[in-house]
């Protein structure tokens, strides 16, 4: 146009939320980079909290929060399209993923459990963290997150529990009423809730600290913040 040309060069290929890890997928999987972005926002601290998703489905949470506990860069698992065009040679390549190895802090200590009431979801998520290098580093198993026991003194619960779109508005309340109240066991105990259900707080039988909007894809959700 005007005498003026743009050329678009895409270096990525497949999405960057995309960490190449998760093979298996359950229904309506969150992002990868969404799941991150709520373990960095919870500021975790792996040394003192447990750190427990109730609602794991494919492992996401988990295994992106195993993956900033040891410092795993979350391209490692992945190529990129650029690694094709011949721009930047194969060798630098090689070494940004020997310095990414270089820095993955394999003496780190941290807990980190991962529940769902779907045994299939628990086989989903453990071969997706044994794809990630993660699955000795992550206690799946099999638990109604509206029956669950607090496992240690302080901790933190980070989940993504159903919206409402496939099991409908009445089930979803009365999930979210009953995982709410089986929390109030929790003591010293923080949460961080990611749902697209507008009546969360009211469901959940208390007011979060703080809200943030968080897209997962096109659906609008808010993280809660629960200290």
């Known amino acids: 146009m005007n005498d003026t040309a743009y050329v678009l060069f895409d270096t990525t290929g497949e999405s960057l939320h995309k960490r190449g890890y998760r093979k298996l997928k359950t229904v ?3 992002k990868e980079n969404i799941a991150a972005s709520m373990v960095i926002l919870s500021r975790w601290i792996p040394q003192q909290e447990v750190l427990w998703d109730p609602f794991c489905g494919s ?3 988990p295994i992106e929060a195993a993956m900033v506990a040891k410092n795993v860069a979350p391209g490692l698992n992945r190529t990129f399209l650029a690694e094709q065009n011949g721009f930047v040679s194969q060798d ?20 980190i459990l991962a529940s769902d009431i779907d045994q299939n979801a628990i086989q989903i998520a453990k071969e997706n963290a044994k ?24 901790g933190i619960i980070i989940t993504n529990p159903p919206y ?18 089986c929390l109030k066991d929790f003591k010293n105990w923080r949460f ?20 943030r ?9 808010y993280l809660y913040f629960y200290f």
């Open 28 to 30: 309506a999987p969150l």
């Open 59 to 61: 492992g996401t949470i």
């Open 92 to 111: 630098l390549w090689n070494k940004a993923r020997l310095e990414a190895i270089e820095r993955i802090d394999y003496r780190a200590r941290f807990e």
């Open 131 to 154: 794809n990630a290098g993660l699955k000795a580093d992550i206690k799946f198993f099999k638990a109604d997150a509206r029956k669950i026991k607090r496992p240690a003194e302080k």
């Open 164 to 181: 409402g779109e496939r099991i409908g508005n009445k089930d979803i309340f009365n999930l979210y009423r009953d995982f709410g109240e």
């Open 192 to 211: 961080f809730i990611l749902s697209g259900y507008e009546k969360f707080e009211k469901a959940f039988g208390r007011k979060a600290n703080k809200n």
């Open 213 to 221: 909007k968080l897209y997962n894809g096109k659906i609008k959700t």
